[in-house]
T-cell receptor
Framework: GIQVEQSPPDLILQEGANSTLRCNFS?????LQWFHQNPWGQLINLFY???GTKQNGRLSATTVATERYSLLYISSSQTTDSGVYFC???????????FGTGTLLAVQP | NAGVTQTPKFQVLKTGQSMTLQCAQD?????MYWYRQDPGMGLRLIYY???????DKGEVPNGYNVSRLNKREFSLRLESAAPSQTSVYFC???????????????FGQGTRLTVV
């Protein structure tokens, strides 16, 4: 099956700093999503991005499908950005998602 | 717009007890899924349903059964709970099929289950 690797596993930032999270996947996919799991356990959809680049406020994401990786950029980080960021990929007609193990982000004031 | 709704949010069971987790979506999605999340890990697929009346096993189906009651509802049943089933359970839905370009999945708020 498809392997999904995320890096770094942990990240500590000062408020206002920028960061880049990476997701590598081992095969072609037709779905790639980034999620933020907040400290209350909720999974928040950030981006649906099987290819290309999208931006939403301070967050942006780029997926290079031919090279099998995706990047999530967080600019001017805030304490509310803390939590775990997951990348998940899906393929085929069933869209069964395979999750990476996540990046744990802590933003300190 | 409620999206994906799961009940209950929290549950404690004794070993051997049974329970059903309920999930409903109001986005007219054809596919629904049950995942579990264990500490420090990403989510793993338990079962999924591509349409009303069809279900199929995911990565970790042992000890679970599912029912796709109609297009909106997809339930997960633990017949005889075991401590290894202590986890957080998420339901999700999405559109799937050749005619859909956007297959973005949406998740419920999760059910935190403890089996003692």
């Amino acid at each position: 099956g498809i392997q999904v690797e995320q890096s770094p596993p942990d990240l500590i930032l000062q408020e206002g700093a920028n960061s880049t999270l990476r997701c590598n996947f081992s095969d072609s996919v037709n779905n790639l999503q980034w999620f933020h799991q907040n400290p209350w356990g909720q999974l928040i959809n950030l981006f649906y991005i099987p290819s290309g680049t999208k931006q939403n406020g301070r967050l942006s994401a780029t997926t290079v499908a031919t090279e099998r990786y995706s990047l999530l950029y967080i600019s001017s980080s805030q304490t509310t950005d803390s939590g775990v960021y997951f990348c998940a990929v899906g393929r085929g007609a069933t869209n069964k998602l395979i999750f990476g193990t996540g990046t744990l982000l802590a933003v300190q004031p | 717009n409620a999206g994906v709704t799961q009940t209950p949010k929290f549950q404690v069971l004794k070993t051997g007890q049974s329970m059903t987790l309920q999930c409903a979506q109001d986005m007219n999605h054809n596919s629904m899924y049950w995942y579990r999340q264990d500490p420090g890990m990403g989510l793993r697929l338990i079962y999924y349903s591509a349409s009303e009346g069809t279900t199929d096993k995911g990565e970790v189906p042992n000890g679970y059964n599912v029912s796709r009651l109609n297009k909106r509802e997809f339930s997960l049943r633990l017949e005889s709970a075991a401590p290894s089933q202590t986890s957080v359970y998420f339901c999700a839905s999405s559109r799937t099929g050749a005619s859909y370009m956007n297959t973005e999945a949406f998740f419920g708020q999760g059910t935190r289950l403890t089996v003692v």
